[in-house]
């Protein structure tokens, strides 16, 4: 590719962080608290607050599922974050995570008309952290845990998914795992090769990919023809360094079975597909490694800000498919296709957890939907504006959580679509008519 390319390519994907410097400090922040039932005359205020409210809550006292009825818990999420691993920036604090917490917030009222609650925690400590979520359980439908550092994230994670009767789910593990699934899907079926037969190298061992080993294996892949890198090189029986990291050491007892040693470069050779979620590049995946896959090679390099490899070097170095966590460039393998509708069919059928095979249940759809749409190098995912997505995934993950018998409220397939689509219709529809009438101010 000439330099010259090769530059203006590189200037397009910084402007969006320039913008971003630029916009939060504009709108000082991108959510607010809004009203959702009416205001008639100051009298109302008499209903909504005392004495009237007393009469809902004595009703919930005798019962507390009314709790359900009478409040907006049934379609509330808490966002629960220390800042330990936020994006690809590692431990920026609570303060400095809230930003993407608040965009976070965003996306689950815009695609999926969730009402979202950003909460910084000043605190590392693990037992903390689960007992803040335990404490606060009650206002909330569901808790979504997010950039929280592994190792610790999975304890947190499993504990409170043993403990609460909501839905708590890490969005960095299944969340990522579940669209990346969706998207390897239909890459294979575009370069004509089997999923289950596929051999992968996962680039990086964080909570993303150690998830994905797990559900790559449920989702029918054979493990055995996995391969994982870590930060030391790839990861096999011969590490010692491994054995007092139950996490990592389970990779090693399940997967490499040829015991491939070395490090990414290694990793890659004659491999089908590279899912890289590591650390911000460029440079940390090099073109010359990817010609040494196998034929039609996929490589997918979500690191976020910036992808392992540009996907413009992925491609000139024979890459049939690439995908990123990017929203700027083609095949956006980011969770924000996943959570959003996932969640919406959780609450509407009020799971009370989220299971793996809810997730493989969006998964399924989220591929579905894209090969419905037709296929392309360019599009093996939908891409954030298929508004109708979120629906058929809501329906989806509902009817597997009944399927499984963790729904509390049972539902035809078609009531959870078309109660999603309204939903979700009303959230764009109020902040298109926010913007339209002034109160959403144009942007500079």
Request: aromatic content about 6%.
């Amino acid at each position: 590719m000439p330099e010259k390319n090769r530059s203006e390519l590189e200037k397009a994907a910084q402007k969006p962080g320039e913008d971003a410097l630029k916009l939060h400090p504009f709108y000082k922040g991108k959510i607010e608290t809004m009203l959702k039932c009416s205001v008639r005359s100051f009298d109302d205020f008499a209903i909504w607050y005392s004495p009237g409210v007393a009469a809902p809550c004595k009703d919930i006292s005798i019962n507390k599922e009314k709790v359900f009825e009478h409040t907006n818990r049934g379609n509330s999420i808490a966002i629960v974050s220390d800042g330990t691993r936020v994006l690809g920036l590692g431990d920026i604090g609570p303060e400095a995570g809230l930003p993407v917490m608040e965009g976070k917030a965003l996306l689950f009222k815009y695609l999926g008309g969730v009402d979202a609650v950003p909460i910084m925690l000043d605190t590392k400590d693990k037992d903390e952290i689960v007992r803040f979520c335990k404490v606060i359980a009650p206002t909330f439908g569901g808790i979504n845990l997010e950039d929280i550092a592994s190792p610790k994230c999975f304890d947190i994670l499993s504990e409170l998914q043993q403990t609460l009767p909501i839905p708590v789910w890490h969005d960095d593990q299944q969340g990522t795992a579940l669209v990346v699934i969706a998207g390897m899907i239909n890459a294979a079926k575009f370069v004509n090769k089997r999923f289950n037969t596929l051999k992968i190298s996962l680039i990086g061992s964080g909570a993303a990919n150690v998830a994905l080993v797990r559900l790559l294996a449920k989702a029918g892949v054979d493990i055995n023809n996995i391969v994982v890198v870590d930060s030391r090189g790839i990861i096999n029986l011969n590490r010692e360094d491994l054995k007092n990291n139950p996490v990592k050491w389970n990779i090693a007892q399940t997967t490499n079975k040829s015991q491939i040693t070395g490090g990414i470069k290694e990793s890659l050779q004659d491999v089908d597909a590279c899912i890289a979620l590591s650390k911000p590049g460029p440079g940390v995946i090099e073109g010359s490694w990817i010609k040494e896959m196998s034929d039609s090679p996929i490589v997918f390099a979500c690191a976020n800000p910036v992808p392992e490899i540009w996907p413009w070097d992925a491609k000139s170095a024979g890459a049939a498919i690439v995908a990123t966590g990017r929203s700027d460039f083609p095949n956006q393998v980011n969770n924000s296709l996943g959570f959003p509708g996932l969640f919406r069919g959780a609450l509407d059928v009020r799971a009370l957890k989220l299971t793996d095979g809810m997730c493989l249940a969006a998964a399924s759809e989220i591929a579905s939907y894209a090969e419905k749409t037709g296929l392309s190098e360019t599009h093996i995912v939908p891409t954030m504006d298929a508004l109708e997505l979120f629906a058929h995934e809501a329906a989806a993950v509902a009817m597997k959580a009944i399927e499984e018998g963790v729904a509390q409220i049972k539902l035809d397939k078609s009531e959870v679509y078309e109660n999603a689509l309204e939903v979700i219709k009303r959230s764009r529809n109020i902040t298109r008519n926010q913007m339209d009438s002034g109160f959403i101010k144009p942007a500079p």
